[in-house]
């Protein structure tokens, strides 16, 4: 398991898929259903959009609530803290606790966090709400791995394909969606709506899924020191890690330079335009379906090296248009970025969920934190970048980043010979 190829151990998941565990439920061995497998991206997508929706509305929640405008990218910024803490506590406790029942009582507690931000009238008060809302919103990395722990190994990579369609969907609809709720009611109303919907989600998730109940042994803080010594140990998690902190950095770069760009002079593009620009991302969803059957035949390392070559070269298409159709070609970058990350994303995820079901979550948990880092140093960069040197370093940068990681992974000893 811990060497440079991302091959999978076929021993590890035959010994999971097969023989019905503690760990794996009787049903994992012939297949999950259709319905199910839709109850999981729905979920996924309903609760990772809540760290989105309140992105586009940074400028009305710090005039309302009397934050200073220098101040009010901190809404975003707590709002993710929450979240990188949630991956870290939070998720190993899949490899504890009964995962339903996590799910269900976290989504409950997502709804009180936000009716908490809506009716906040007070920053201190509504900055709580936002790192609570981060830090419950990682059930959505406890439905990913719940998930395959309820699939056979054959299947795996397009299962979870699936229901990271549903996220990304979630991640990309939440700010157009928060934006037009705003204008046609309030910056409070995207919230109610939203407590609402995750308290409605409880009783579905509570009445859909199985139950499933790690077998570790451990108590809490062992859970949490094993996994310094997982990441130390296990070389393809060492390795996708970076992989995504680099594309995830060049996805954040993007759609935080943007609307940086988009609302200058040069195109003064509105709120509302940028907030439609944004839907062009959905189609990137797509791809997840795609890479997970990718991934079931095989071909990990081949897909990864081409979700990275398009990535970055996807920075080059505004290079070569008429200023006429520059909205255009930028438009179609950000699908085919949208495209290599996420089918990256996926080929990651298949790669870390063929190891040990036993230490799964913690995994997940570990790979997620690390790319999520990644992205907030790529929103960093890509300020920075646009600030110093406009669109053009921004480019510049974007495609080095991909670039990092084409490299490194052209270094993947027995990359070649990876099997499904």
Not at 160 to 182: E, F, K, N, T
Not at 314 to 320: I, S, Y
């Amino acid at each position: 398991m811990h060497t440079d190829s991302v091959r999978i151990d076929s021993h590890d998941s035959t010994h999971h898929m097969t023989s019905p565990t503690p760990s794996t439920p009787p049903h994992a061995a012939t297949g999950i259903a259709r319905p199910l497998i839709m109850v999981f991206a729905a979920a996924c997508g309903l609760i990772v959009a809540n760290i989105y929706y309140a992105q586009p509305l940074t400028g009305p929640i710090a005039a309302s609530l009397g934050l200073a405008p220098r101040w009010a990218g901190i809404i975003v910024t707590v709002t993710q803290m929450g979240y990188c803490l949630g991956l870290l506590l939070i998720v190993p406790l899949g490899d504890l606790l009964e995962n339903r029942g996590l799910v269900v009582w976290m989504t409950r507690a997502v709804a009180v966090a936000l009716l908490v931000v809506a009716f906040a009238t007070r920053p201190a008060l509504f900055l709580v709400g936002m790192w609570l809302v981060g830090l419950l919103s990682v059930a959505v990395q406890v439905l990913v791995t719940f998930v395959t722990h309820l699939t056979p190994l054959a299947i795996r990579g397009r299962v979870v394909g699936s229901v990271m369609s549903g996220l990304m969907l979630g991640i990309m609809l939440a700010r157009p969606l928060a934006s037009l709720v705003a204008q046609l009611a309030s910056w409070r109303a995207i919230f109610v709506l939203s407590a609402t919907v995750m308290l409605g989600l409880s009783f579905l998730l509570r009445w859909s899924l199985p139950r499933h109940q790690s077998a570790s042994t451990q108590g809490y803080g062992p859970l949490l020191v094993s996994m310094a010594r997982l990441f130390a140990t296990t070389r393809p998690l060492q390795r996708r890690a970076f992989y995504h902190a680099c594309l995830f950095a060049t996805f954040s770069l993007f759609w935080t330079v943007t609307p940086l760009l988009l609302s200058s002079p040069r195109f003064g593009v509105s709120q509302g335009g940028i907030a439609l620009f944004a839907l062009v991302g959905v189609a990137g969803a797509i791809a997840a379906p795609i890479a997970g059957r990718v991934a079931d035949r095989g071909w990990i390392w081949s897909a990864t090296l081409a979700a990275m070559a398009l990535t970055a070269l996807a920075f080059t298409l505004t290079w070569f248009v008429a200023p006429r159709f520059f909205i255009a070609a930028l438009g179609l970058e950000g699908i085919l970025i949208d495209f290599g990350v996420t089918t990256n994303l996926v080929l990651g995820q298949r790669v870390i969920f063929s190891l040990s079901a036993a230490y799964r979550a913690r995994l997940n948990a570990l790979y997620m934190a690390i790319f999520f880092l990644g992205g907030a140093t790529g929103s960093a960069l890509g300020g920075w970048a646009y600030a110093s040197g406009g669109w053009e370093r921004a480019c510049m940068v974007g495609m080095a980043l991909p670039a990092l990681a084409f490299l490194a992974c052209l270094t993947e000893a027995g990359g070649r010979r990876q099997t499904p």
